[in-house]
């Protein structure tokens, strides 16, 4: 079993957590992933105790909960947290290279809240125009992805809706007040050698689109 492919996926900090049927734990392959820790049908305060942990460091593996009903399990956790949406895209020029942001140390990828009654697509747009100068049309929609953080000691859960975007040209416009210092244009070859440049959610996004 693909764990990148799994549907009951947050990322937190560098690493994840996997909500998964116990039943298909023994299928799960670890190859890439050596060490994890596993939560056998855990309760919520468990649950929210581990994530603080990986938050603060504590933890620094990933975490596999192991459970018989993996989606009531995230759907408690998506409504004892404050959810957020965000949208972005994975841009394209006509020479067929990827486009990848540097910020705060970290390679990334054009995104953004939601603004209040935007839909993801027109967000996803305005967000690529507003951090890199590009105007884009979408081509189709990509995985979305989840990732957690904590905001004045609360959990924030970030839903991220994805789209594969094309630019007509490849002249960026860097957004210097969202802390984008750099970018680069890669081949989809190029894009697998920076999964380990990228947060867990963003490498599996460019996996992905350079399948």
């Keep these: 079993m693909n764990l990148r492919a799994q549907k009951y996926k947050f990322c937190i900090n560098t690493t994840w957590i996997l909500i998964l049927d116990k039943k298909r734990l023994h299928k799960l392959s670890m190859k890439d992933f050596p060490m994890a820790l596993v939560l056998q049908e855990p309760g919520m305060a468990l649950i929210r105790e581990t994530m603080h942990q990986l938050l603060d460091d504590i933890i620094r593996m990933p975490v596999i909960i192991s459970t018989p009903d993996p989606k009531a399990v995230w759907e408690k956790i998506l409504v004892k947290n404050t959810l957020i949406k965000a949208a972005g895209g994975v841009v394209k020029n006509p020479q ?115 399948q």
């Design 96 to 210: 067929g290279k990827f486009l990848l942001i540097h910020r705060r140390g970290w390679w990334d990828l054009p995104k953004g809240k939601i603004d209040a009654g935007e839909t993801p697509r027109k967000a996803a747009l305005r967000e690529v125009k507003e951090e890199v100068g590009l105007d884009c049309r979408i081509l189709s929609a990509l995985p979305d992805t989840w990732h957690i953080y904590r905001l004045n000691g609360e959990l924030i859960l970030k839903k991220t809706y994805w789209y594969l975007m094309a630019s007509s040209n490849s002249r960026t416009r860097l957004q210097e007040v969202e802390d984008i210092t750099g970018h680069k244009w890669f081949t989809n070859n190029k894009l697998i050698m920076f999964k380990n440049k990228v947060y867990p959610n963003l490498a599996d996004l460019l996996q992905f689109v350079a």
